[in-house]
């Protein structure tokens, strides 16, 4: 039996972007705050020097800062008539374990979505009418506006202090930025990083075909900077250690590095390390959370009470965590009833490798957000009639790295190995480069999330069952978005170019991204959606979902952080705002 802990104001789950940014405010509002955490505790100081952060074989390769499938996986089939059978080995997507979660991880790309993605469904159909989306296509409007939101994201990136470029400054649009982002209160935190060669170069051979090229928003920060908590951070180095790497200069922006800092001098918050929240408590209603039921390292059930329970963990667990809490109907897709693990998408990306034989092009003076980028294809930046299909995507010339194990491209030909394969890699190092596509990943009738009927963890519980593939939509949407991209490379006047579009079926053992969504779509109708528009459950009205990826009705043509981010801050207002005063269904 489960030993049972004083009660608190607030139990959070997950301590990543969204776990540190509620329980700092909910801290700061007086509450009594825990948070919850999985795997172990991690600082900047101490596990991320710079004499060893950047290790490419223990961070890149064996993969140290993520999940292992020994403490927590999911089964897998594209189809439903398929058998679902267990990854062992985590490489489509690589979610984090630990304090800071996949924000210690990713890469630093900080995107707003289009202010057209918030009623993707009614633009849409106004558009082109209700016969330009596929029967099974399960696309719906969000429940918030770009306008609600707007000061969110600003709040976001200026907690990250995101390097970039304005497009469009309070509605009036500017040089240099990208034109057709939604308007924006203010100028990014800091400004561009500075661009290597093959980015130049990209940027050259777009503007002659009459595109509009411009610095991807990164928070990995141009120069330094102290955020609105007090944080100061780093100039990035350009050192190239950004992805699956914590950032040991300060640089690149993380719970580590914005938000830790300043929680932890806030006497009312503690963190439980290394602790599996095995469930969310109900009362005898089962409308009322009680708390959280967790694990420790030795074995030992705690219950942790609790007057608000916050699920900040990564999308595909909050899914997990309502199904084995019994929060809400699961989905069904022979019926489309239900709403839990409803409308699970993806990320549809494709390359476009080049060689630039008589450029030297340096890829290890690299960061995470580095590049120019075209956001022409994106949304429905352009005019979708006739094209048979819907969505879209950025592409550009980005610099993430060019380090020494993985980094080893080769002319189309190449021995797999040998001495050839040797003295190609020797010479097409500094030459080679990668241009890449990032597009939408609608959400379908038979794409979702459930519990394995056969399969079960290290704690007995049922592992999370994805079905997922790529529809035809994304897949022409990704042939068009590639021949675009082409169309570019060849105007870089390479000597030698090779497309890659994206192809299904798709491959749960070939990395993409780690932009999972869905499960815990946010709405305004209860039959389609599982939270209310401040991430709040319908069924239970004491848990929140704040802000992380499972809460988006579908995936659109950007990196999900800084709406994951924006939505943290907005969640954070109206607990603190309206749901203190009067406890109860926010509507």
């Known amino acids: 039996m489960a030993r049972k802990l004083p009660s608190k104001n607030v139990v959070v789950i997950g301590l990543g972007w969204t776990g540190s940014i509620l329980s700092y405010h909910l801290a700061k509002a ?45 089964t897998f089939r594209n189809k439903a008539d398929q058998i679902a059978l267990p990854i062992r080995n985590f490489a489509g997507f690589l979610p984090g374990n630990g304090v800071g979660g996949a924000g210690i991880h990713w890469n630093g790309q900080t995107w707003r979505f289009l202010p057209t993605d918030f009623r993707l469904r009614s633009h849409l159909t106004e558009r082109y009418g209700a016969n330009i989306l596929p ?34 400054l309070k509605g009036v649009k500017q040089d240099g930025g990208n034109p057709f982002e939604g308007w924006r209160s203010a100028e990014y935190p800091t400004p561009p990083l500075k661009q290597g060669l093959g980015a130049t170069l ?46 040991g200069n300060y640089s690149k922006a993380s719970p580590q590095t914005c938000v830790l800092p300043a929680l932890l001098r806030v006497p009312n918050f503690t963190a439980q390390t290394e602790s599996e929240v095995l469930k969310i408590n109900l009362d005898s209603t089962g409308k009322r959370a009680t708390g959280v039921t967790y694990v420790d390292t030795s074995g030992k059930e705690w219950e942790q009470p609790a007057d608000i329970v916050l699920l900040c963990a990564f999308a595909l667990f909050n899914v997990q965590l309502m199904l084995i809490s019994g929060i809400g109907k699961p989905y069904d897709p022979v019926s489309g009833q239900g709403v839990v693990g409803r409308n699970y998408a993806y990320q549809t990306t494709s390359s476009v490798s080049v060689i630039l034989k008589d450029k030297v092009l340096n890829p290890f003076i690299a960061t995470g957000a580095h590049g120019m980028i075209i956001d022409d294809y994106n949304g429905d930046n352009f005019d979708h009639t006739n094209l048979g299909f819907v969505g879209g995507g950025y592409m550009g010339a980005g610099q993430t790295n060019g380090r020494p194990i993985q980094t080893r491209p080769v002319p189309k ?6 001495a050839a394969w040797k003295k190609a890699t020797a010479e097409t190092y500094q030459h080679a480069y990668s241009l890449s596509t990032h597009g939408s990943s609608y959400s379908y009738r038979d794409c979702w999330l459930d519990l394995d009927p056969t399969y079960k963890d290290r704690l ?23 021949e675009r991209l082409a169309e570019i490379a060849k105007a870089m006047n390479p000597t030698e170019m090779q497309a890659h579009p994206r192809k299904g079926p798709y491959d749960s053992t070939i990395y993409q991204t780690t932009h999972n969504t869905g499960g815990t779509v946010m709405g305004d109708d209860p039959q389609t959606s599982v ?17 992380g990826a499972s809460v988006f009705p579908q995936n659109h043509g950007y990196n999900p952080t800084n709406t994951v981010g924006a939505l943290a801050f907005w969640t954070a207002d109206a607990i603190t705002q309206r749901y203190l005063k009067n406890p109860g269904p926010l509507m």
């Open 30 to 74: 007086g509450l009594d705050v825990v948070a919850i955490e999985r795997g172990p505790w991690r600082d900047t100081a101490t596990n991320f020097p710079p004499a060893y952060a950047q290790d490419e074989l223990r961070y890149a390769v064996r993969l140290d800062l993520f999940l292992r499938p020994a403490q927590e996986t999911l």
């Open 135 to 168: 029967d099974d296509m399960t696309i719906q409007d969000w429940p918030v506006s770009y306008d609600e939101l707007e000061p969110y994201y600003d709040r976001f990136e200026k907690l990250c202090g995101t390097s970039g470029k304005a497009g469009n």
């Open 202 to 247: 990209f940027a050259e051979a777009a503007r002659k075909l009459g595109h509009s090229p411009f610095p991807q928003p990164a928070s990995n920060l141009s120069e330094a900077y102290t955020n609105p908590l007090g944080i100061r951070m780093g100039q990035c180095s350009y050192c190239g250690f950004c992805e699956r790497f914590g950032c």
């Open 413 to 418: 030909g190449t021995p797999k190995w040998g």
């Open 460 to 482: 007995g519980r049922p592992l999370m069952r994805m079905t997922f593939d790529f529809h035809e939509n994304e897949l022409k949407m990704s042939a068009f978005l590639t």
């Open 531 to 547: 939270l209310n528009r401040y991430g709040q459950s319908w069924d239970v009205h004491n848990l929140f979902v704040p802000g």
